[in-house]
């Protein structure tokens, strides 16, 4: 594939993103029936695990979280290796890495929105942002596997902690539409949904300060992906005879990626700002195993 043809096949597909996004947050909430109904989807397509944060309990949501199902697995009273959960994850990550994050996730297309929000200019200092960031490893490591796995009570059945005590998509989706909708869940709703409530509340403002407040610090599925971002088919590319080092890529970069020092960090969720406002066409977005990218080949 030639540099140009490159470059504006990567251009169209930006372009779609958000179009994208909201066709991916409508197909995976798209059980209108649930909300009349006031009820869940039971279908058996809700036995298929999506690739996203996307909450079981949503009235609309026609399949599985990943994350609740691989708690559900592993803190089952048989405590079951989670096969089948896992080969959903890694092939999406060897496929996609955190593409995922950045074109089909629907908590990830609310915080894009969120931060459109007219708000002061908040800035993390480098050092600590970057220590924030291991957070969301070890919410995976420790709410979503140790704890399920070791944690087990008398009938050897753990709850989802990362579900029942933080994810904000699961409140947003699941949580709060279901309380509104009956009246028994509403008269026993206590202070577990309020600290629900309450987070979501900080996790949402946290969006509209920082972009990708959520994927940067707290997120175990982006993290999960991260691991195989370097490996993935899906790379963003860096052609630096055509770089001007402007450094209005690494300005607008949501997740506060150096662009120019490594465009395909585990950071990145591929969602191409900095190719749409690279002025000298530097930057696309394609299929790493066809053209390797220019700076590992330096």
Not at 147 to 162: D, E, K, N, Q, R
Not at 205 to 221: H, K, T, W
């Amino acid at each position: 594939m030639s540099g140009m043809h490159r470059n504006r096949v990567s251009k169209r597909i930006l372009s779609c993103r958000r179009i994208i996004q909201a066709m991916a947050a409508v197909f995976l909430n798209g059980y209108a029936a649930g909300f009349a109904q006031k009820r869940i989807f039971t279908g058996k397509t809700k036995a298929v695990c999506v690739p996203v944060l996307n909450c079981y309990s949503c009235p609309g949501a026609m399949g599985s979280c990943p994350i609740g199902a691989l708690q559900a697995v592993v803190g089952g009273v048989h405590g079951r290796f989670p096969f089948y959960v896992l080969g959903t994850l890694m092939l999406f990550g060897i496929l996609l890495g955190r593409t995922v994050c950045g074109f089909l996730c629907p908590f990830g297309l609310i915080q894009d929105l969120l931060h459109k929000v007219p708000h002061p200019r908040v800035n993390i200092p480098k050092r600590l942002d970057q220590c924030l960031r291991w957070l969301k490893y070890i919410i995976l490591v420790v709410m979503v596997l140790l704890l399920p796995a070791f944690a087990g009570g008398i009938t050897g059945v753990t709850p989802p902690y990362f579900c029942e005590y933080i994810c904000p998509a699961g409140t947003l989706e699941g949580g709060i539409p279901l309380v509104l909708l009956n009246d028994s869940l509403r008269a026993i709703a206590g202070a577990l949904f309020q600290w629900k409530v309450s987070l979501l509340i900080l996790i949402l403002a946290g969006a509209v300060l920082i972009p990708r407040f959520f994927c940067r610090y707290l997120c175990p599925l982006g993290a999960f992906y991260a691991v195989f971002q370097r490996f993935s088919f899906v790379q963003m590319k860096l052609d630096r005879e055509k770089c001007v080092g402007c450094g209005k890529c690494e300005k607008i970069c949501p997740m506060q990626v150096d662009v120019t020092k490594n465009i395909n960090s585990p950071e990145c969720i591929r969602c191409g700002e900095c190719a749409k406002i690279c002025s000298a066409s530097a930057i696309s977005i394609g299929i790493g195993s066809v053209e390797k990218n220019v700076e590992e080949s330096l």
